[in-house]
T-cell receptor, first 114, second 114 residues
């Protein structure tokens, strides 16, 4: 099956700093999503971005599908940005037997210090 | 609020017992997915249903079973529980198509097996 690798595994930031999280995947995808898992365990949708660039406040994401990677940018980080960021991909339109299941990367654990 | 409802939020039970987790998808969503998040395995896809039919299967144990009912809610049944089944179980839903679309996750059901 498809492999999803995220880097770095851990990131410690000072409040106000900027950062870039990376997601590499091993095959063509029709779905790529970024999630934030907060300390209470909730998975919050950040971006649905199988290709292109999107921005939402201090967060933005870019997916270059032809080169099989996606980047998540966090600018002016805040303590509330702490948690684990997951990239997840699906190949459903490419391999129909796969359904639309998302395969998750291992996550990047982010700690923003005040 | 993602619109996906899961019950119960927390569940503590003993080894050998059986539990049922319930999921109501977002209004209009036809696909339901179940995921397991444990400390050592990360987020693992278990099974997908689309409009009442099984669509894709992941690493779901034979002791586990699921179904999607005509009103589109889904249940995940876990039997002969073992300590290793302790995990956060997520349900997700997506719109219309079986093989495309953004997934939205519920808040999860945290299962503790003692």
């Amino acid at each position: 099956g498809i492999q999803v690798e995220q880097s770095p595994p851990d990131l410690i930031l000072q409040e106000g700093a900027n950062s870039t999280l990376r997601c590499n995947f091993s095959d063509s995808v029709n779905n790529l999503q970024w999630f934030h898992q907060n300390p209470w365990g909730q998975l919050i949708n950040l971006f649905y971005i199988p290709s292109g660039t999107k921005q939402n406040g201090r967060l933005s994401a870019t997916t270059v599908a032809t080169e099989r990677y996606s980047l998540l940018y966090i600018s002016s980080s805040q303590t509330t940005d702490s948690g684990v960021y997951f990239c997840a991909v699906a190949t459903g339109a490419v391999i129909k037997a796969a359904g639309n299941k998302l395969t998750f990367g291992g996550g990047t654990r982010v700690l923003v210090k005040p | 609020d993602s619109g996906v409802t899961q019950t119960p939020k927390h569940l503590i039970t003993a080894t050998g017992q059986r539990v049922t987790l319930r999921c109501s998808p977002r209004s209009g969503d036809l696909s339901v997915y179940w995921y397991q998040q444990s400390l050592d395995q990360g987020l693992q896809f278990l099974i997908q249903y689309y409009n009442g039919e099984e669509r894709a299967k992941g690493n779901i144990l034979e002791r586990f079973s699921a179904q999607q009912f005509p009103d589109l809610h889904s249940e995940l049944n876990l039997s002969s529980l073992e300590l290793g089944d302790s995990a956060l179980y997520f349900c997700a839903s997506s719109v219309r198509e079986a093989n495309t679309g953004e997934l939205f996750f519920g808040e999860g059901s945290r299962l503790t097996v003692l």
